[in-house]
């Protein structure tokens, strides 16, 4: 979690390096990439990242990321799948960011 969306100048500096790859972007479709809800705006950012070294992210060409949305307010009309227990129109709700995951081999 960066708490911060691109372009940023604050991020920029991280996310041009070269040996690092920012896999939300690279390995998910456009539309896919948000991992934060904003309920004032009822908009969606990439705030969250998973950074690999090139190297790494070489080593393990399949490995996609996982985003689970699964705890954002009823509110989020960006995401249309199932909540969990629990999670109400606005409040409750686990979080208006996104977990992100992804399985590598070392």
Same mark, same amino acid.
């Given at each position: 979690d960066l708490n911060d969306y691109l372009p940023?100048?604050? %991020?920029?500096?991280?996310?041009?390096q070269p040996w690092i790859? +920012?896999?939300? /972007?690279?390995?998910?479709? $456009? *539309? *896919?990439?948000?991992t934060h809800w904003y309920d /004032?705006? +009822?908009?969606?950012a990439q705030l969250d990242y998973? %950074? %690999?070294s090139k190297r790494i992210? /070489? /080593?393990?060409? $399949?490995?996609?990321?996982l985003i689970v949305r699964k705890g954002l307010p009823e509110n989020a $009309?960006?995401?249309t799948?199932?909540?969990?227990q629990g999670v109400g129109k606005l409040r409750p709700a686990a979080s208006d960011h996104c977990?992100? $995951?992804i399985k590598i081999a070392l």
């Open positions: 940023s100048p604050g %991020l920029h500096p991280l996310l041009s790859e +920012n896999v939300v /972007k690279t390995r998910l479709p $456009a *539309q *896919q990439q948000w /004032k705006e +009822n908009s969606v998973i %950074l %690999l992210a /070489k /080593k393990n060409p $399949a490995a996609v990321p $009309a960006a995401y799948g199932s909540r969990f977990p992100v $995951a």
